[in-house]
């Protein structure tokens, strides 16, 4: 995660998770993306939910396509197993990582470019198996690498650094999620890390696919005037439509949590998000009602952000399938080959 | 070359027209299962078109006792039984056969031949007479000219009424629509034929220790046994019922007894690229992953089988052959993917290949294909085709070693990584030039990177010249060292033979078949079939223990023939082709014209090619 080397001793007085590691122990190698890339705070925000939900590093599988958020796997969680594969390909890769071993935490992270255009299939594929995976898109309406081209999820009428408005209508990977059977939708700003953490740990303990679009501005090619992916537009336009906490599945922090929040919902594992804020018209659980209210609030310029959607009642990939609940990967041979004798009394069918 | 067609009994083809989407291929495979049950050695082709419903598709079935079961080329019997064939089928009946048509209606008289005998049976009108369901009349019709069929070829009658039983035992009523239909058929035959016909079928004992069975059905079993717990696809002809007979597998073998839950997962991608990514997903967690597909699906896996190749993570793929390019035509058969699949994707890479040349060895190269894959954490590509895939084949029965372990390649244990300083990924490499490898979750030591970018032997991203080349020569000496665990090619020596044949696949009974009859007319020559790619020892040898060789394949670029002159010593001038790839089957008489066009030897058995020299002039067909 960090941008600037630091040093390699860590002070006595920093705070120990449930395993006894502190926050530098889920830092990655330093980032090489330009100073000021909203990426980088996507990064910290992870690396800060992991830690505080005391995930193995080792248990964690982070994934990623190719472009400038696909790079950010390799700046948290240095311990972590890292997968950076092709462009657009990352969600067929950690689908099928998926059904080897379900025992693992699944990261992928993807950009505009790799989500929504070259890989748009296979993440909506991906949705609709329900794999469970946290799907963070780190959405700046720009391809970096590449130097400035606009991507799918450009606004009509954002700007390029070089004057020229996009004309072609977006796609938006909340309202795209939400359409084919997304069970969990959030957007964040890169800018608020403090609304991003508990969304990421909710993402964690959510049954199934987790989307979070997190509009990450892009400080060399998307931060001018004009551009609808700047941080000053997303500081002036955003509209936080839900506060969240998450709540581990722990009964003592639960008491002490208190029940004044407007809407609780019980993730599949027993942790609890907690909406701390929503509007008096907003139900995080109804679909329709969502997307009314996010077209009704788009449609007034305001990027809406928060935990927007969450249903934890449908089955993901395994569920689906019944496969065995421990990894498939760990079956042992003779579970799996029927052997001579059944190979005999089967030849009998081919007679 | 013929026999007479009097007094042959057990040595004749027959092909059947017919309209596709009507209910034949259950007749006719009835017809094929009746004789291979009578212990005669038999091969069903079936050459379909790619439609649901009302386009040509014919059926052969060749039956010859002394095992030649390639394709046939002229029929001594044609089933016409599609009329919009019929001036191209009765064409293909050799002199002095035999045709029979549904003579409901009276046949064209400028269609009819006065050098072949035509049985005319009025099978529309019997069914429809002692059927009343539209649907079922039509059905039925197939199953009558299945009865007739009996009768004149002398089919064992009782053996068919069993067959029948055993597929119906649980309808009733379909069981006795059948059982009429094939009596409708078998006593008009009786009563207006002198059955049996000249040529015809007698019970025979060739059969014993042999089974019926379709490749891509054992090619699954394979996969099964093989221990294979992931598979990913996306349907495409030809390769579909592979997973088909994969699901139907596991639904019987892998359905934990205890809990119910399933040991296994398919997963129907989006598309082929995806089902490669899952294969390499599940295959970099650990489990043993496969995809199914063919030539188009290939052609999109490509980028993926580069990462795969380059970040050195297993992968099996099943490449069931049709023809391309493009769409070309799917439900016909090549060897058309061999080059592709040899170097798939862009950049510097080269893939481990293996090519069985029947049901049975598809079912034996399975696990071995997966044992490759891990032992040297590759893309391995099992290259069978549409013939090999789809059609029914009489081979020896499958055998299993259950003293068989899956060769899983050098992957760190908790144990190994608790012991280890730090583990690099690309390092330590055995005499394999392969390195150990570690699986995610297994522990915190083993954690590394994995990437399809430029990377130095530790894992880290590298722009390094020298770093980058260390990596990408250890690669071709790892697949330099997989030849020696490629299955051996299959050779047929003959002693005193004037050159070499090689092939691969699908072509194996017609090669040998022609290499039979050659042999008979003084021509004699060496049977070579490889089996796997990168080529080892033996194949050399035999390239340099022959003045020259004939490469017989089924595409028209002589893809072996390419790979061979790249990927050994050979010299490229000590190579000839023979090329059939319209699509069908290859028959020997191909072959066999092929060499000796090619040789440019006068057709008569007399002939003798001793001094026989290589050709001088390239003669493709």
Redesign the interface.
Known sequence: MPSITKPIATHPSLRRNELGMTIRDYEGAMSTLCAGCGHDSITAAIVRALWEISA????I?K?SGIGCSSKT??YFV?????????HG?M???????????R??IYIGISGDGDSLSIGL??M??AIR?NVRCVYVIENNGVYGLTKGQFSASADVGSKSKRGEPNRMSPIDPVMLGLSIGATFVARGFSGDKEQLVPIMKAAVAHRGFAIIDVISPCVTFNDHAGSTKSYLYTRQHELKATETDFVPPASEILAHIGTNGAVSVTMHDGSVVRFKGVPKDYDPTNRRNVIAYLEEHQGKGEVVTGMLYLDETVPD??EM?????T?????P?E??????A??DK??KE?? | MQQPISDRVNDFAIKLANVNGTGSASANGLLMQAI??MGIPVSGKNLFPSNIQGLPTWYEIRVNKSGYTARALDYDLMVAMNSQTYARDIHEVRQGGYLLYDSSWPLDNALLRDDVTFLGVPFARLCNENFRDSRERILMKNIAYAGTLVAVLNVDVDLVAALLDEKYSSKKALRDSNHRALRLGYDYAKDHFHCPLPFHLETMDANAGK???DGNTATA?GC???????A?WYPITPSTSVLDAFKGFCEK??R?PE?????????Q???E???????????????R?FTSTAGPGISLMN??LG?AYYAEIPAVIIDVQRVGPSTGMPTRTQQGDVMECAYASHGDTKHILLFPGNPHECFELAPQAFDLAERFQTPVFMLTDLDIGMNDWVVP??????A???ERGRVLGADDLEKMAKFQRYTNEDENFVAART??????K????????GHNKLGG?TETPDEYQEVVDRLLKKHKAAAKFVPEPVIHGRGDSQFGVITLGGCDLAVREALDLLAERGVVADFMRVRGFPFNQTVEDFLQEHDFCFVIEQNRDAQLRSLLTLETAVAKDKLKSVLVYGGFPLSALHVVDGILNSLGTPDTPEFSTAGASMPQSQNEE
């Not at chain 2, 699986?439 to 915190?444: A, C, K, Q, S």
Request: contains cysteine; hydrophobic residues 45%.
């Open positions: 193995k590093p080792h248990m599988a994934l796997p390799a240095s311990g972590a197993h890292g997968f950076n594969s092709a390909r969600p067929p890769i950690a689908t099928g990582a998926n059904a080897a071993n025992e693992l299939g296979h909506c594929h198996r990939l395994h399938n019944k496969t065995a609940d990894a498939l990967s760990k079956l041979f579970k799996l080959c029927p052997g001579v059944e190979l089967l030849q081919f007679r | 291979f049950r089974i019926l069975i079993l099964l046994y093989a221990g294979a717990t992931v990913a073998y892998r934990d809990t119910g839950k399933n040991n296994y997962i398919i997963i991608a989006e598309d690229l995806a089902a490669i990514g899952m294969v390499i997903g599940a295959s970099w967690n650990g489990a992953a980028e993926l990462l029965r499958l055998t299993w070693d259950d068989y372990k899956p699986l995610p979750g297994v522990h915190p083993g954690s590394f990177f994995t990437r399809g970018s991203y």
